[in-house]
């Protein structure tokens, strides 16, 4: 294990090497980028030497930041050759203070939140009840339950579902936002649940019972309607990478039961897999065009290289921290009206008609009227959110508040519950997404995904707890 703890560090340490000795950049921007290189593989010698609890949270929190607030913005930055006509991804022009103010927020960040995850892991507590607490007879049925519904919403979304395989990526669609919310981000997770119920039940029971055979059976069909709902050409990268990296430490957890292993796995994924996927999930292409000519995803590989990806908008986090800067600039703080919008995302917009954008959209539409930019479905990493909301001191309480809910996902990531063990485990991976934001649609979502694993089978079963005690032969069981 040590020799392949030197040969990853040894591994960022020729990246970081040769990206800093081919950084052609003014002094100032460079040694900015030097500093938070430094202040990562400081943090990174930590986890994968020192740390002794296991922690994707922190692999993920690396990962994040070496490649979009770091690598990415190197990247890009070494392809300007005119600094006075020089524009980031989002369109936003080359600015030395802005670029350095951004290292500088990223920086703070960074550290406050390595500190403050450093002194709540001393607090941690895991959960030790098990989720269940009834005679096991109930589990089969639950897993049931969870797999006809699953088929009711088969049957119930299948034209959508198959209208998103169909259609190219770049077409609208037709949905409201409150049905992709309850629908797409939920309801269609409902499997989810119920796969890490049948492998728990799979796991704990004699291979010789009848229930065995079936709750296997059960599984399967609840796999292939996961997939169904969520794949390639129905879900972009933030919501397949968490489900299937969950699945894959639910059914083979030595992969990725260690810091070492874990950060090997994501940063390869990252750097390689995830852009090859870009190509389905990102595709101006349908499935009907792939199917008739498979020779266009080449085409679209090489529109879409794994190092022209990094000067698209996948990788946009630091230019928009700067743009979040400059909007604050031109039109001052929300003073917490956005972080307001993130807790209240649930109300409607048409009850609450002052209801915040979500920053990533309205930094966008600040680069589309200032900068004559052309979209404004724009990410905002976690550090931008802070920084909008309270400026710099933001910044330094946003890294602490998301040390203090990572301890929580700790706490169900160690205990014994086993659907909250697994959402820790997913949140650990969806934290990729809630560092690039924006904070609204991250928050939205993960909430979503709560109700479908957590809530949906938690009602399932106090009903069935209410009729196993409650029927006639209640009295026989007990």
Known sequence: MKVLQDILFLFFILITAILLASFKAEPFVWLSFFINGLSLFIILIYHIYYEKIYSPFLSNFIVFSYLFLWMAPIIQIGYFTDLTTAKFPNNFPYRLDLILYANLLIFSFNLTFFIAYLFIKRRIKPISIKYFTVKKQILPILIYSILFLSIFIFIFTFPVVLDEIIKPKWQEGTLSKMYTLIVNKSLLFTPFGGIILSKYYLKTTNKKTANYYWIGLAMILLVLLLIWFKNPLTEKRHALGPIYITLIYLFFPKLLNSNLKMMSFMFFTMIILFPLVAILTHASVSLNE?????????????????????????????????????????????????????????????????????????????????????????????????????????????????????????????????????????????????????????????????????????????????????????????
């Open 290 to 478: 792939i199917l008739q000519n498979p020779s266009i995803l080449i085409i679209k590989g090489q529109d879409e290289g794994l190092i022209k990806v990094f000067h698209s908008l996948h990788y946009d986090a630091f230019s928009n921290i700067m743009a979040t800067v400059d909007y604050v600039q031109q039109n001052g703080l929300s003073w917490g009206y956005q972080l307001l919008g993130v807790l209240l995302f649930f109300i409607p917009r048409s009850i609450w008609t002052l209801k915040p954008l979500g920053t990533g959209q309205m930094i966008g539409q600040h680069l589309i009227n200032v900068y004559h930019f052309n979209f404004d479905n724009l990410s905002n990493p976690l550090v931008s959110e802070a920084y909008i909301n309270f400026g710099f001191p933001g910044v330094i309480f946003g890294a602490i508040a998301l040390a203090v809910i990572i301890k929580r996902f700790f706490s169900w990531l160690l205990g014994k519950h086993i659907l909250k063990k697994y959402i820790a485990f997913y949140f650990a991976i969806y934290l990729m997404f809630l560092l690039r934001g924006d904070l609204l649609n991250a928050t939205a979502y993960f909430i979503g995904i709560l109700m479908a694993v957590l809530f949906i089978p938690f009602v399932i079963e106090r009903l069935l707890i209410f009729f196993y005690y409650t029927s006639p032969k209640a009295n026989e069981r007990k």
